[in-house]
């Protein structure tokens, strides 16, 4: 099953031309001299069933995420009030979120067929809002979480974060901001089209570098390859050794 996180089939607006990644109209980004941005989870616009620490701990890793490889620095705000990021979970029926009171209409994402909506979010730099579907199964810890219908936290708020910062969709599959997520997928780690698409907002984290960010991706992908090289090499001459 696909849910979506936020359909924006509309925009298409790649003005670089450099990738799948693209940005809002106008490529608006956060401008804060000092490159720190505050965010913090609303008190009040809880997923009750997870405890608000759990929530927390999400989020703080969702943001580094994005943190390892842009400038910018990402800092739970003391006071809800005064984030610049603010993240409930908001009741959406009928294409109408409980919390938007707060976004202007055209950084909302309520185009009617929002069965499968899992969240929205605004783009810079008037406001910060990630609003997180209240009435989806959320969850920290897919492991221990058995409903079929569990939707991973960190994933989608990596994903929202993404928008929040400036990044519209991406085209590529594997991306971050690919529009959407299956149920029980977790989808945290930042592709180079995701990299390369932040950071041509942002520039790059002066201690980040291709080569070591992607270094776990191809070794596990080495390992992988040996794992199943020697399987098929054990499967078609040494199994009857076994026997
Ligand atoms: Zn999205
Ligand atoms: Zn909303």
Same mark, same amino acid.
């Given at each position: 099953m696909t849910t979506?996180?936020? &359909?924006? &089939?509309? /925009?298409n607006?790649? /003005?670089?031309g450099a990738g799948p990644f693209t940005f809002f109209p106008g490529?608006?980004?956060?401008?804060? &001299? /000092?490159?720190?941005?505050?965010?913090?989870? $609303?008190?009040?616009?809880? *997923?009750d069933h997870l405890p608000p620490s759990a929530v927390r701990a999400a989020l703080r890793s969702a943001f580094a995420r994005w943190a390892d490889v842009i400038p910018m620095r990402f800092v739970e705000a003391e006071?809800?009030?005064? *984030?610049?990021i603010k993240v409930g979970f908001y009741l959406y029926t009928d294409g109408r979120c409980d919390g938007c009171a707060c976004i202007d209409s055209d950084d909302d994402d309520d185009e009617g067929d929002c069965e499968g909506v899992l969240a929205h979010s605004s783009m810079p730099e008037k406001s910060g809002q990630i609003h997180l579907h209240a009435a989806h199964r959320w969850t920290v810890n897919l492991a221990a979480d058995t409903a079929p219908l569990a939707v991973d936290l960190? $994933?989608?708020?990596?994903?929202?974060? #993404? !928008?929040? @910062? #400036? @990044?519209? !969709? $991406?085209?590529?599959? $594997?991306?971050?901001?690919?529009?959407?997520?299956?149920?029980?997928?977790?989808?945290?780690?930042?592709t180079? /089209?995701?990299? !390369? #698409?932040i950071q041509e907002l942002y520039?790059?984290?002066? !201690?980040?570098?291709? #080569? *070591?960010y992607f270094k776990q991706d191809i070794l596990s992908r080495i390992q992988q390859m040996k794992k199943e090289k020697k399987k098929k090499t054990r499967g078609s001459?040494?199994?009857q050794l076994d026997e």
């Open positions: 979506t996180l936020q &359909p924006r &089939p509309e /925009d607006n790649n /003005d670089s490529k608006p980004r956060w401008t804060r &001299p /000092d490159r720190v941005l505050t965010y913090a989870v $609303s008190p009040t616009a809880t *997923a006071r809800y009030d005064a *984030a610049d960190e $994933s989608v708020a990596a994903h929202e974060i #993404g !928008h929040v @910062l #400036g @990044l519209d !969709h $991406s085209s590529s599959r $594997s991306s971050m901001m690919y529009p959407f997520i299956s149920c029980r997928e977790r989808k945290v780690r930042l180079t /089209d995701d990299v !390369h #698409g520039g790059a984290n002066p !201690h980040f570098s291709f #080569g *070591a001459s040494f199994w």
